[in-house]
């Protein structure tokens, strides 16, 4: 065994913060140790080049984890990045290179090619280094999408690797959230789960003792560890922060932001790269309204997200605009017609 595959209780629990720490650690130890990701579904990407030379994209956090084992990113640190253009439909990015868009309905037509193109690339990173720490995504709790599962699960049992269950104590029913993962994989599934990590913990670890033993009576696993909730931490996690605590200040000027193609799990659906670019210019709190009917209120500005789905971003906060009897007799419409075509 020279793998390891960090699975969470639900996204953002940890994983990629976890595996870039493990990385860490087996470095210092003089470990030749690789971060590995098999799927990754994000817009935020790092550049790197492939062994061919070519230039390419991974997730950011694995090119993260790669500065974490001390090397420049590989292609295959992450063989497959969905960057999404909307809520239906993604590019899709394997080894770095965009190789055409996928929709919801028919992605499970190119699972077996994806995932063999993951277990080449995880193979290939198992014969040049001493310890490959994967990560997984989402949750492996997810039974309605463990059929042709190549990142979580699926991924363990086809490289028999062991696993180890992060759950997000801050959050709140970590308990529940470790036990309930584990009970809903099938049994050849729990045989790969070897214990659990507590992340984000505040207070006094002797109360939470008692529970991470009857967790341990109750499943037969251990707790390996309990991290710190530390505000410094960079969660160059999946894809997008919600929420930024560190940042929280009272500015003496506030500007009024619509975001337009919002992703569920976040305040914005900007690339993350993009929107803290923004942050600090002039010292302006930036406030982002979502508005998909009509625009929120007057605002100061307009972000809309790139890359894949540029049109969409341009078309429908136009459209908006020009419904909105609060700006289009404002000018609205022509000013964002005129920064949207540069």
Known sequence: MNGLLVAGTHSDAGKSVLTAGIC????????????FK????????AICVDPAGRVGEIGRAQAMQAAACGMEPDVRFNPVLLKPGSD?????????????????????SLKERLAGEAFE????????YEVVVCEGAGSPAEINLRDGDFVNMGLARAADLPVIVVGDIDRGGVFASL???????????????????????????SLLAPGLSMLRDLTGRPTYGVLPFDLKAVYAELDFQA??????????LRRHVHAQLLD???????????VEARAGGDGAEERFHRARRGLCRPVDDMLTSGGTGVEGAIAAPRDLAARDDRTAGAGWNREFLRRSTH
């Open 24 to 35: 860490r650690w087996l470095r210092r130890r003089g470990v030749r140790v690789a971060p």
């Open 38 to 45: 098999a799927q990754n579904m994000s817009n935020n990407s």
């Open 88 to 108: 239906l439909s993604s590019q899709v990015v394997v080894r770095g290179q965009a190789v055409g868009s996928v929709s919801a309905s028919n992605f499970r």
């Open 121 to 128: 690339a995880l193979a290939e990173l198992r014969r040049e």
């Open 179 to 205: 036990f309930g993962t584990l009970a809903l994989l099938s049994a050849p599934d729990q045989a790969h789960v070897a214990g659990f990590v507590i992340n984000r913990f505040r207070g006094d670890a």
């Open 243 to 252: 929420h930024d605590p560190a940042r929280e200040f009272r500015p003496a």
């Open 264 to 274: 569920r799990r976040s305040s914005l659906g900007e690339d993350v790269d993009d």
